[in-house]
């Protein structure tokens, strides 16, 4: 027959993917002495480097932008590779747009049709097209992401003081 206490030591719901995957090594990093302010840019660039419309360039840009503010290198590619589905969704309308802003202008728009007959039949003006329009996004990438990250990191930085506010009341250091 169980013991009463056998009841008490019932384990806690499980917590969930968010809580787990976000919110947990960021607390973690608060842990470890990072400030409110260090890991409000953090997130905040990180979140803007995440969103670069050049596949395969998160990694070092993050690295770089870490290492030239002085911020935490693994905390910065943890949130900008977490920014990975929303620069996929917003890749495609960003080149589109930059095509039409620095070389597309005679074309309505970048299309997948346009590129295969480009490159089937003059693969330079295919180049030259994608180098545009990546030169395009990349500047409307910078228009669009510089007052996203000064917005995250002011929201962010009371929200982390707040949390690390509250971890040290628990822990009993004022």
Do not use: C
């Amino acid at each position: 027959m169980p013991q009463p206490s056998d009841f008490s030591a019932v384990p806690p719901p499980p917590e969930g993917w968010f809580r787990r995957r976000v919110m947990a090594p960021l607390t973690g990093l608060l842990r470890q002495g990072l400030s409110p302010e260090q890991l409000a840019l953090t997130v905040a660039v990180g979140a803007g480097v995440g969103l670069v419309p050049l596949l395969g360039a998160i990694t070092t840009l993050a690295t770089l932008a870490a290492l030239r503010l002085r911020l935490n290198v693994a905390a910065m590619q943890l949130v900008s590779h977490m920014m990975t589905p929303f620069q996929l969704l917003l890749i495609v309308p960003l080149l589109r747009q930059g095509a039409r802003l620095l070389g597309n202008a005679q074309e309505k728009e970048l299309t997948l049709t346009q590129m295969r007959q480009l490159f089937a039949h003059d693969w330079r003006a295919a180049l030259h097209l994608l180098w545009r329009a990546e030169l395009g996004a990349l500047a409307l990438w910078l228009l669009g992401g510089t007052p996203l990250v000064v917005v995250l990191y002011f929201v962010l930085k009371p929200l982390f003081r707040h949390m690390a506010a509250r971890r040290a009341r628990r822990s009993g250091v004022v």
